[in-house]
């Protein structure tokens, strides 16, 4: 008769275990056989696939399509993504990143629904490239102005996800499913006064941030070329003029300042190790339609028509604070011809095969003015007369004045700016009545 299984494997405590030596061997086999004995080994079973499941949740952040990542903020506690990613979404992304035209390009554009990322995102949807935008929607200025440009991206068929570029496992996500040619990231913490509030969210987004766009940007493979805003802030005390890009920029005059020169050697290091085409671009005071409510055309204009005071700041010997401020249609054709000019990046997937472009170029108007005739601009174009205060200019990082050579983004870039600040306020300004209404005629006397 041939040998059962039985035979083989015999039931009887004890017996083959006891042939064996080993301690172990003689356990297990009493275990084996009781029925309480089966049920710690299905829980012991249960328990070790909970914590392999868990443990993929925590490697990938990601399980079948949905994404719940958690990761802590320079501010300081945790922060849970509130990205999700499924058919319909992964749908959405590709979509949006598929280029209209032949040879367009495919880019990531951060900070969306911010000022120049969201202008910038509209032109390139405009002449036909792909592109998606991520924006964390923080409350550093009203929400609401930004989801309007969500709103205003979302009809030209841009998609803006709400996310932050601290989230690596979101970058991840984004990269694994699409091959950029181009990040443009312009998401930051911007301002050079709030600094001296809210330190840790300048480090949180210019650094941090920064950081885990450039890890995700030279992990990928292909790598993308990186343009991103670097400021004229980083001039800081710097006193000849204009300002050139070989000039000193070691003498930041505030912590703003000081990030963005840090993004600056930041990019170096990952242009130098991995191969990563970086350009950045030092924006001066841009205004325009659309803009940031916490600058100072826009707080002006929205006081003046309101009646308020303004307060103009004076610097050293009583004099005029100046700025080279510059129009956003001339910034975002400096910035889409840094796009255009980038080169490739030579590493892939983290390993560099050779030098990549490292480029610093300025983009402002090339004259500067002075704040109180920006006021007397703005006057002429609300057709109110400004209530006025002239205030010593607190010590809180301000610079008394900024002007840019822009001679080597012309020579590169193309680039040229073309519209002076009166004309561009004008447009401002005209932006501004259409979108919040003027508050009461009575207030206007000019
Ligand atoms: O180019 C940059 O790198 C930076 O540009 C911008 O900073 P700034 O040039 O300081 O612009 P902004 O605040 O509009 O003040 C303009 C003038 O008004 C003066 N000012 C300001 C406020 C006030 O109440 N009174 C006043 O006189 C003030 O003293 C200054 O002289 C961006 O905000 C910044 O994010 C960064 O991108």
């Not at 994404?67 to 300081?76: F, I, Q, R």
């Not at 020579?411 to 700016?417: A, E, H, R, S, V």
Request: hydrophobic content about 40%; charged content about 20%.
């Amino acid at each position: 008769m041939a040998p059962s299984i039985q035979d083989n494997f015999p039931s009887t405590p004890g017996k083959v275990k006891m042939e064996r030596s080993n301690y172990f061997g003689r356990v297990t086999n009493r275990w084996h056989t009781s029925a309480s004995a089966k049920l710690f080994l299905f829980s012991v079973f249960l328990l070790a696939v909970t914590i392999f499941i868990c443990f993929r949740i925590t490697a990938n952040g990601m399980v079948e399509g949905y994404m719940s990542t958690a990761y802590t903020s320079t501010n300081g506690g945790t922060i849970r993504s509130a990205f999700k990613s499924d058919k319909v979404w992964d749908q959405k992304l590709l979509q949006s990143c598929t280029p209209e035209r032949d040879d367009g390009l495919v880019v990531l554009v951060t900070g969306a629904a911010g000022f120049v990322g969201s202008h910038v995102s509209l032109a390139l949807k405009k002449r036909g490239d792909g592109l998606v935008g991520i924006d964390n929607f923080n409350d550093y200025y009203e929400v609401s102005l930004k989801r309007a440009r969500q709103k205003l991206l979302l009809k030209q068929g841009i998609f803006v996800i709400e996310g932050d570029i601290n989230d690596a496992a979101l970058l991840k996500h984004l990269f694994d499913r699409i091959q950029f040619t181009h990040v443009m990231h312009l998401a930051a913490q911007a301002g050079v006064r709030y600094a001296m509030q809210n330190p840790m969210s300048y480090i949180h987004s210019n650094i941090a941030g920064l950081v885990t766009l450039f890890e995700a940007s030279k992990n990928a493979n292909p790598q993308p070329a990186v343009v991103w805003a670097s400021s004229s802030s980083v001039y800081g005390l710097n006193s000849k003029v204009p300002f050139s890009e070989a000039d000193r920029t070691d003498q930041p005059a505030s912590l703003y300042a000081a990030t963005k020169k840090a993004g600056e050697e930041l990019a170096h290091t990952y242009n130098h190790i991995y191969g990563l085409s970086v350009t950045g671009l030092r924006f001066f005071t841009v205004y325009g339609p659309w803009g940031r409510p916490d600058m100072a055309y826009f707080s002006f204009t929205r006081d003046i028509l309101k009646g308020k005071v303004i307060n103009i700041y004076k610097g050293p010997h009583d004099r005029d604070l100046a700025r080279d401020f510059t129009f956003i249609d001339d910034i975002v054709k400096g910035c889409v011809a840094s796009l255009d000019t980038s080169g490739r990046s030579t590493g892939s997937g983290g390993k560099k095969r050779g030098p990549a472009p490292f480029r610093t170029f300025n983009l402002g108007n090339t004259s500067p003015v002075t704040v109180p005739i920006l006021v007397e601009y703005l006057e002429r174009h609300l057709k109110v007369n400004a209530k006025k205060e002239f205030i010593k200019m607190p010590r809180n990082g301000d610079v008394p004045f900024t002007h840019a050579n822009v001679s080597l983004a012309q020579t590169q870039l193309g680039y040229k700016p073309t519209t002076n600040l009166d004309t561009g306020l004008k447009k401002f300004v005209n932006w501004y009545v259409k979108y919040y209404g003027v508050p009461s005629t009575k207030t206007r006397s000019l």
